[in-house]
C-alpha cells in the first residue's frame, strides 16, 4: 500500500476501514481551502434505495489494489453528518463534520468555506 497522493483519481473505489471492512464507494474529494490539500471523502453509503453520502477524514489515508482505506472504523464513519447523494455539503454543515471526528474546526477568516469539493 502507498499514501493516496492522487487521491481524486480513486473515484468509483471502494472505501475501507482500518481493519479492510467496506464502508463504501468514493463519490468525491473535498479539499482544505486554506492549504489546498484533501481533508474528506465523500462515501456513498447505504441501500440502493436509500443512498446518502458521509464524511471521512483522509489524512492518512492509503491505497491498495481497487481501494481506499481510512483509518477510521466503519461505524465511526457511518454515524458521520450525511448528505442526500446529489448534494453539496453546506457551509453551515462543516462544523459538524469536523466536531464528529474531534478536529478542530475554524472558518476562514472572513466567515468563508473551510472545504471546497473537486
Known amino acids: ?3 493516496a497522493d492522487n487521491i481524486r483519481d480513486w473515484r468509483g473505489q471502494d472505501v475501507v476501514d482500518s481493519g479492510g471492512r467496506k464502508i463504501g464507494t468514493l463519490e468525491s474529494i473535498y479539499f482544505d481551502t ?8 465523500a462515501v456513498t453509503i447505504g441501500l440502493p434505495t436509500r443512498r446518502r453520502l458521509v464524511f471521512v477524514p483522509v489524512d492518512k489515508a492509503t491505497v ?6 481510512v483509518t477510521y472504523d466503519k461505524s465511526v464513519v457511518k ?3 450525511g448528505i442526500d447523494p446529489d448534494g453539496e455539503l453546506a457551509a453551515e ?3 459538524a463534520v469536523f466536531a464528529h471526528y474531534d478536529l ?6 472572513r466567515g468563508e468555506r473551510r472545504l471546497g469539493r473537486r
Open 1 to 3: 500500500m502507498f499514501e
Open 34 to 41: 486554506a492549504t489546498d490539500r484533501p481533508a474528506f471523502a
Open 64 to 69: 491498495g489494489p481497487g481501494y481506499l482505506k
Open 79 to 81: 454515524d458521520a453528518p
Open 93 to 95: 454543515g462543516e462544523g
Open 104 to 109: 478542530p474546526y475554524e472558518q476562514g477568516s
